[in-house]
């Protein structure tokens, strides 16, 4: 009996126009600088060949299951983070706002780090850092200054880029879910997966690419028994997938209601860690090349974020054959992999705006675009952007996604009570069927084990100042912002919902379309 008008998603228009593009949307998020350069390290760092095996278990058992309870909110509920959460309970909006603040923060940094990588790119044709390109980024690029801490010194050639990087953002965002954000993707990820295919293709065959190799896959069995080695495996599943940015509920608000889910997912998961693993390949095989070339140790050469990227690289880019093929490649590959997954954390935010003040798409991209450009750009193209940046990002990784990732785990499960309708929802949303097992892994052991690894990390920052910086730096970019983003959100749980916006809970309708669609099974 529904009528078709109610029964239509709100999205329905604006929306992923397949299953095809929203999966290529969500790799676009997933595949971003946490593959290309957080991976590889992390992984050599836990084990080696044996960190597969931590890897594994927390994409099996952590991340895939977080997905799945991501999506069926966002899919069941069709609204930004807020508003599907609202839509479950009043009390759970906040967790929504939580989840869109941490974007916020991310946001506004990560769009630095792909203005280097532009810069980068261009650099590689003729080597531009010259022979020392540790002292070229940080005294002649970034300007950093000598004291951490915010100054208000701007490095012209960074903002420019920087604005480059917002112009291109606002731009697709401004032309829409399927017109914007999904044929970016559809054609990005492509060209990324080429690019980077030709790169890890070239780096085989560099001398000494054999040994870096073999430093990656040898496995240190040792390592299993460390407990930090399993939590640095779930915290790269974590931030890898963009599970706990509000990414993947906002993303599965714009898919069709009769999608298959669950198998999405899987697809969405595994070509992320596909990708993730030729990335791990591409740089132990480079790196071997520099170990070789230099008489170092594997050891010695691997590092990992900022210094991989825009110091190692540059070196090995010095020394190899047709270097400037795989800068060029390299960059690149940071750049389109770094764009669609700021795209996708800036659409959580202007999901939310949307839903909650009621504006068009393209108000809200600019309502929430230029304050954020403007925002990371006074932060981050100053002389002390990079001590911000590195401290933001490690407050906020841990705090404000591992956090709000436990939290709605914990209220939907236990407050709310949601989880049977959830499960509900995907068993007739997808082939692969959630049983069991998923209630308890969401409800009960993810978090436990999130929490343990929260606690870890607490006792570890509190013990000693973050990457030795002043306390005045950490307090307030580090610990302040991170207590400040769940009060702040839940501040903005209290302010209204514009006048039309339905905040009951959709689900029987949904349920009862499906039914007649799917043969009256359900009702
Ligand atoms: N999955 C992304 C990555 O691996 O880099 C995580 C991410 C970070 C997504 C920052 C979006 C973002 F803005």
């Keep these: 009996m529904a009528s078709d008008g109610a029964a239509e998603p709100k999205h329905a228009k604006d929306g992923f126009s397949s299953r095809k593009v929203f999966i290529f949307a969500a790799i676009g998020s997933a595949v971003g600088l946490g593959n290309i350069w957080r991976f590889p390290y992390v992984a050599y760092e836990g084990g080696a060949g044996a960190f597969l095996i931590p890897y594994l278990v927390a994409l099996l058992f952590a991340g895939i299951p977080l997905l799945y309870f991501l999506y069926s909110i966002g899919h069941r509920n069709r609204g930004s983070a807020p508003l599907s959460l609202r839509r479950f309970s009043k009390g759970a909006e906040w967790i929504g706002w939580w989840m869109v603040l941490v974007a916020v923060v991310i946001g506004v940094y990560y769009a630095a780090i792909i203005a280097w990588a532009i810069k980068y790119t261009f650099l590689s044709f003729n080597q531009g850092w010259g022979n020392d390109p540790g002292t070229y980024l940080n005294v002649d690029f970034l300007q950093v200054a000598k004291d951490p801490g915010p100054t208000m010194d701007f490095v012209p050639q960074v903002l420019l880029l920087m604005v480059v990087v917002w112009a291109v953002t606002i731009g697709v965002l401004a032309m829409g879910i399927q017109n914007g954000i999904g044929r970016t993707a559809v054609i990005f990820i492509p060209i990324l997966v080429v690019a980077f295919g030709l790169l890890v293709i070239y780096s085989l065959t560099l001398d000494g690419a054999g040994a870096g190799l073999d430093a990656f896959f040898t496995p240190d069995w040792g390592a299993l028994k460390d407990s930090s080695v399993w939590i640095s495996a779930v915290g790269q599943i974590f931030f890898s997938l963009s599970i706990g940015f509000g990414i993947m509920i906002t993303y599965a608000s714009y898919v069709q209601p009769k999608t298959d889910m ?179 892994l969401v409800a009960v052991i993810i978090p436990v084990a999130l929490a343990y690894m929260l606690y870890q990390e607490l006792r570890d920052k509190i013990a000693e100042p973050y990457a030795g910086y002043p306390d005045s730096l950490i307090n307030v970019f580090g610990w302040g912002m991170a207590a400040a983003l769940p009060i702040i959100a839940i501040l903005l749980s209290f302010l209204p919902w514009r006048g039309d916006t339905k905040l009951d809970d959709p689900g029987d309708l949904y349920a009862r379309e499906d039914a007649l669609v799917d043969g009256g099974e359900q009702a």
């Design 262 to 440: 669950t198998g999405s997912g899987a697809v969405v998961a595994f070509s992320n860690s596909g990708f993730e693993l030729l990335c791990g390949i591409g740089v132990f095989a480079t790196l071997g090349f520099i170990a070789q070339s230099t008489g170092q140790q594997i050891g010695e050469v691997v590092a990992s974020g900022i210094g991989l990227a825009f110091v190692a690289f540059p070196t090995i880019i010095n020394e190899a054959p047709g270097g400037a093929f795989i800068g060029v490649l390299f960059f690149a590959s940071l750049v389109l992999a770094g764009l669609t997954s700021l795209i996708s954390i800036i659409e959580v935010i202007i999901g939310a705006v949307r839903d909650k003040v009621g504006i068009s798409r393209l108000a809200a991209t600019f309502i929430v675009g230029l304050p954020m450009a403007i925002v990371s750009i006074l932060m981050f193209s100053t002389t002390g952007g990079l001590y911000l940046l590195d401290t933001m990002d490690a407050f906020v990784n841990s705090f404000g996604i591992v956090g709000a990732s436990i939290v709605v785990m914990l209220a939907l499960s236990w407050v709310f009570r949601k989880l049977p309708v959830m499960q509900q929802h995907m068993n007739t949303h997808g082939t692969i069927k959630l049983l069991l097992w998923w209630k308890a």
